[in-house]
């Protein structure tokens, strides 16, 4: 489904990833880990298409994407959330699931100027598509409430949400967990097990809660300054000696 051939990003004379490789299957659930500012965001951008990478390759479903733009990587099926929530806080719920749906829909600026037949055909599948995706993720109740106003959890939960409506083949979710108390993440966990199956997904995603990670990922990447320090099942990631030097320090 994904695959980085020596990713290198670099910023005048900072490396903040150098020659990453990453080998994810359909369907598989992998999580990239590693200290804060170990270049896991800076992997995520280079791979959605944010930044070009300064070295390397990204092919997704086994076409060559490096340098794509943002737009046309999310067209071919690969979506992302945010470490920092980016919804449009002055959209309601809905609205903010529909920018995703909208992406899908290829009728013209004359049709949609227009309100033509065909276009709100297309608008009325994707507001009830939008507010099916909303009831996934319990938030239909709030379909008509600005973004801006729900509690933080949720809001995690809208972005994943207009992430679907773009109709993805690979989630990139970036610290979902972030803020959340234990039992939401234990909630988190089985939701996003839930979605990998319900929307047959492959899912990527960065996370420091490593109840989440070692809960929910089948391989791990682990990162530190940039550098892959350890690959494998989470069982082999926990003894690692690099890992474990990584997050506690050395006496």
């Known amino acids: 489904m994904l695959r980085t051939e020596g990713v290198t990003m670099k910023f005048g004379g900072l490396t903040a990833v150098s020659e990453l490789s990453l080998d994810i299957g359909k369907g598989e659930i992998v999580g ?6 170990a270049g896991k965001t800076t992997a995520f951008n280079v ?3 944010v930044t070009p990478p300064t070295e390397g390759k990204v092919f997704f479903k086994g076409e060559d994407v490096t340098g794509l733009a943002r737009h ?6 690969m979506a ?8 449009f806080k002055d959209l309601s719920v ?27 055909r297309k608008d009325r599948e994707a507001r009830a598509f939008a507010m099916e995706l909303l009831a ?9 409430e600005l973004a801006v ?28 967990a972030a803020g959340m108390n234990p039992q939401e993440s234990v909630e988190l966990m089985h939701f996003i097990r839930r979605i990998r199956d319900q929307f047959d997904l492959t899912i990527l995603l960065i996370e420091h809660h490593m109840q989440v990670v070692m809960g929910i990922c089948q391989k791990l990447w682990v ?29």
Do not use: W
Not at 80 to 87: G, P
Not at 159 to 165: D, Q
């Open 32 to 37: 990239l880990i590693g200290p804060n500012g």
């Open 47 to 49: 791979i959605t298409g």
């Open 72 to 77: 046309q990587v999310t067209r071919r099926g």
């Open 80 to 87: 992302r959330t945010f470490q920092n929530i980016r919804l």
């Open 94 to 120: 809905l609205e903010n699931v529909l920018v995703g749906c909208h992406l899908q829909m290829d009728s013209g600026l004359f049709a949609s100027t227009l309100h033509l037949p065909g276009y709100r």
């Open 136 to 144: 996934e993720v319990g938030l239909a109740g709030e379909a008509g």
């Open 149 to 176: 106003s729900l509690p933080y959890g949720k809001q995690r939960r809208l972005e994943i949400a207009r992430a679907l409506a773009t109709r993805p083949a690979l989630l990139l979710l970036d610290e979902p």
């Open 223 to 251: 990162l530190e300054y940039g550098v892959t320090i350890a690959q494998g099942d989470p069982a082999a990631i926990q003894r690692d000696p690099k890992v474990i030097e990584a997050y506690l320090g050395v006496e």
